[in-house]
Nanobody
Framework: QVQLVQSGGGSVQSGGSLRLSCVSS????????MGWFRQLPGQERQGVAV???????NYQEYVKGRFTISQDNAKNTLYLQMNSLKPEDTAMYYC???????????????????WGQGTQVTVSS
């Protein structure tokens, strides 16, 4: 059973930076897709950034140039470095994973099978 445990997040002023971490365990498939999603109150969860087992990345347009997704395979850890944060980035952030690759819709919520517990990111103006 794949498990994802998140850490990081918190509160920061506009223009600041935060880093999210997600430690995974229980993988048996060498091909996978992992990513970060976010959900604002009353809104649907949306994809932010994903990376596959070959290192290919996909970013939502509104975070390009500000957020960077990376992974440390030795530590089984996925990261999301968030710079130049804006108040509209305030949301609950989730780590997600699926075995077998990213498919045709890497930022599609329904593609992912495993989810972290979520962590709140709050950006004040």
């Amino acid at each position: 059973q794949v498990q994802l445990v998140q850490s990081g997040g918190g509160s920061v002023q506009s223009g600041g930076s935060l880093r999210l971490s997600c430690v995974s365990s229980g993988y048996t498939d060498k091909r996978y897709c992992m990513g970060w999603f976010r959900q604002l109150p009353g809104q649907e969860r949306q994809g932010v950034a994903v990376v596959d087992s070959e290192g290919h990345t996909n970013y939502q347009e509104y975070v390009k140039g500000r957020f960077t997704i990376s992974q440390d395979n030795a530590k089984n850890t996925l990261y999301l470095q968030m710079n130049s944060l804006k108040p509209e980035d305030t949301a609950m952030y989730y780590c997600a994973a699926v075995t077998g690759g990213c498919g045709l819709g890497p930022l599609t919520v329904s593609w992912y099978r495993y989810w972290g517990q979520g962590t709140q990111v709050t950006v004040s103006s």
